[in-house]
């Protein structure tokens, strides 16, 4: 018998043959399976329909369910519209822990049907993963374990206010509970308006073991070391700074994530003035800690995990060096003086103790807690330069202390 496929065009008809030729009793159902392009199982289908309802059983049915006893209802989807309105940077996963958290909605649609709602109204947007970032922390920066064992501060980018004042947003946020401790809106970033925030934020707050910056300003700089005046006011403190690596912002990467949902949410448009503009960020920055679930933390929220330090500003030692070391108390211009020779380090360390140690090579080390600053060089021959002075701790003196 020659092969009979379906016709596109005619596919009611095909059937019609396939049920006569069925009937005959000539074929075998498998055989006719076979010619007319159908699997056994659609052809008992076929005449079992037929057999039942006639022609009308021939008929395609339709594969909607007949009842859908999970449907969302109206007043739920709307709850999801409002946040997503309202939020419109979280997701689908938010949105369904809050219908439980702050709705009451006992009987949630899953996380992948709210995510069909939001497309259904045109409130998704894909999200672009940038070519070549790295999601591996460096092994130098310290993974936190504990509230206040990392803090992190960065300025977000600046924006114009409505009056063209520029408005710089100095934020802090503690590294483990990723709870924000301050977002204040600054006119620049000079050392004494940012040393005033910090220390209101430290008495409110207490101290962190360590402060996590990237290396702009006021940060760093390119004194003895790489430190700035801010980092060593820190450091004078008690608190260990680290650096992350120059052009690497995922080291912070959930700080800087933090700010791409300010700007959307609260930079833009900016408000006209700096107080309307920290009004809008003392509102976003109180619902990030307590309105804000985060996937990272199981759904709960900063707040609910963060709690001050116990260590108190102004309460800290002087650092102390080992024994060995000879300190050394800089002076208001920045230098120390030391075998007859004046050496010059910085006006960032001026009134603080820095640590002399000669090494077995007969080298001068110059350190400023635990951080090595360079080594002392005597009496060179270039007379451009200064008879005495500080090289790079990788560079090897020239001249050594004089005997």
């Not at 504990?146 to 977000?156: A, I, S």
């Not at 052009?247 to 700080?255: I, R, V």
């Not at 809008?280 to 619902?287: A, K, N, V, Y």
């Not at 990030?288 to 996937?295: A, K, Q, V």
């Given at each position: 018998?020659?092969?009979?496929?379906?016709?596109e065009t005619?596919?009611?008809?095909?059937?019609?043959?396939?049920?006569?030729?069925?009937?005959?009793?000539?074929?075998?159902?498998?055989?006719?399976?076979?010619?007319?392009?159908?699997?056994?199982?659609?052809?008992?289908?076929?005449?079992?329909?037929?057999?039942?309802?006639?022609r009308?059983?021939?008929?395609?049915?339709?594969?909607?369910?007949?009842?859908c006893p999970?449907?969302?209802?109206?007043?739920?989807e709307?709850?999801?519209?409002?946040?997503?309105?309202?939020?419109?940077?979280?997701?689908?996963?938010?949105i369904?822990?809050?219908?439980?958290?702050?709705?009451?909605?006992?009987?949630?649609?899953?996380?992948?049907?709210?995510?069909?709602?939001?497309?259904?109204?045109?409130?998704?947007?894909?999200?672009?993963?940038?070519?070549?970032?790295?999601?591996?922390?460096?092994?130098?920066?310290?993974?936190?374990?504990?509230?206040?064992?990392?803090?992190?501060?960065?300025?977000?980018?600046?924006?114009?206010?409505?009056?063209?004042?520029?408005?710089?947003?100095?934020?802090?946020?503690?590294?483990?509970?990723?709870?924000?401790?301050?977002?204040?809106?600054?006119?620049?970033?000079?050392?004494?308006?940012?040393?005033?925030?910090?220390?209101?934020?430290?008495?409110?707050?207490?101290?962190?073991?360590?402060?996590?910056?990237?290396?702009?300003?006021?940060?760093?700089?390119?004194?003895?070391?790489?430190?700035?005046?801010?980092?060593?006011?820190?450091?004078?403190?008690?608190?260990?700074?680290?650096?992350?690596?120059?052009?690497?912002?995922?080291?912070?990467?959930?700080?800087?994530r933090?700010?791409?949902?300010?700007?959307?949410?609260?930079?833009?448009?900016?408000?006209?003035n700096?107080?309307?503009?920290?009004?809008?960020?003392?509102?976003?920055?109180?619902?990030?800690?307590?309105?804000?679930?985060?996937?990272?933390?199981?759904?709960?929220?900063?707040?609910?995990?963060?709690?001050?330090?116990?260590?108190?500003?102004?309460?800290?030692?002087?650092?102390?060096?080992?024994?060995?070391?000879?300190?050394?108390?800089?002076?208001?211009?920045?230098?120390?003086?030391?075998?007859?020779s004046?050496?010059?380090?910085?006006?960032?360390?001026?009134?603080?103790d820095?640590?002399?140690?000669?090494?077995?090579?007969?080298?001068?080390?110059?350190?400023?807690?635990?951080?090595?600053?360079?080594?002392?060089?005597?009496?060179?021959?270039?007379?451009?330069?200064?008879?005495?002075?500080?090289?790079?701790?990788?560079?090897?003196?020239?001249?050594?202390?004089?005997?």
């Amino acid at each position: 018998m020659a092969a009979m496929p379906w016709k596109e065009t005619d596919v009611m008809t095909e059937k019609e043959r396939f049920i006569m030729l069925a009937q005959t009793g000539r074929f075998t159902i498998t055989d006719l399976c076979a010619d007319f392009g159908i699997s056994r199982k659609t052809g008992h289908k076929y005449l079992q329909r037929y057999e039942s309802e006639g022609r009308k059983g021939l008929i395609d049915h339709s594969r909607r369910p007949k009842d859908c006893p999970f449907t969302t209802s109206a007043a739920v989807e709307q709850m999801i519209l409002k946040e997503r309105r309202k939020h419109p940077t979280w997701g689908p996963k938010k949105i369904h822990d809050l219908l439980l958290k702050v709705h009451g909605v006992e009987d949630r649609p899953h996380i992948n049907t709210i995510n069909n709602i939001l497309n259904r109204h045109g409130l998704t947007k894909k999200r672009k993963r940038r070519a070549g970032v790295h999601r591996i922390a460096p092994e130098n920066l310290t993974q936190p374990s504990r509230c206040n064992e990392v803090w992190t501060f960065d300025f977000k980018g600046w924006f114009m206010l409505g009056n063209d004042v520029r408005c710089e947003p100095l934020t802090v946020c503690d590294r483990f509970s990723h709870y924000y401790i301050g977002c204040k809106g600054k006119p620049n970033q000079q050392f004494k308006l940012t040393l005033r925030s910090c220390k209101k934020l430290m008495r409110h707050y207490g101290l962190p073991e360590i402060i996590r910056v990237d290396n702009g300003t006021p940060f760093a700089s390119n004194a003895l070391g790489g430190l700035s005046q801010l980092s060593v006011w820190w450091i004078e403190q008690g608190i260990r700074v680290e650096f992350t690596r120059p052009g690497c912002p995922q080291d912070n990467g959930s700080h800087e994530r933090s700010h791409r949902d300010m700007k959307a949410e609260v930079c833009s448009p900016a408000s006209p003035n700096m107080n309307a503009q920290q009004k809008r960020f003392d509102r976003w920055r109180h619902e990030y800690n307590h309105d804000r679930p985060h996937e990272s933390l199981d759904m709960l929220r900063p707040a609910e995990i963060y709690r001050p330090s116990q260590r108190r500003l102004g309460e800290q030692d002087k650092i102390r060096y080992p024994m060995g070391f000879q300190v050394k108390h800089v002076s208001q211009s920045g230098h120390i003086s030391h075998c007859g020779s004046n050496f010059y380090l910085s006006e960032i360390y001026a009134r603080c103790d820095v640590g002399l140690f000669e090494n077995l090579s007969g080298i001068t080390e110059l350190h400023y807690a635990n951080l090595h600053l360079g080594n002392l060089e005597f009496d060179n021959h270039d007379s451009w330069r200064p008879k005495a002075i500080i090289i790079k701790p990788d560079e090897e003196p020239r001249a050594v202390r004089p005997r």
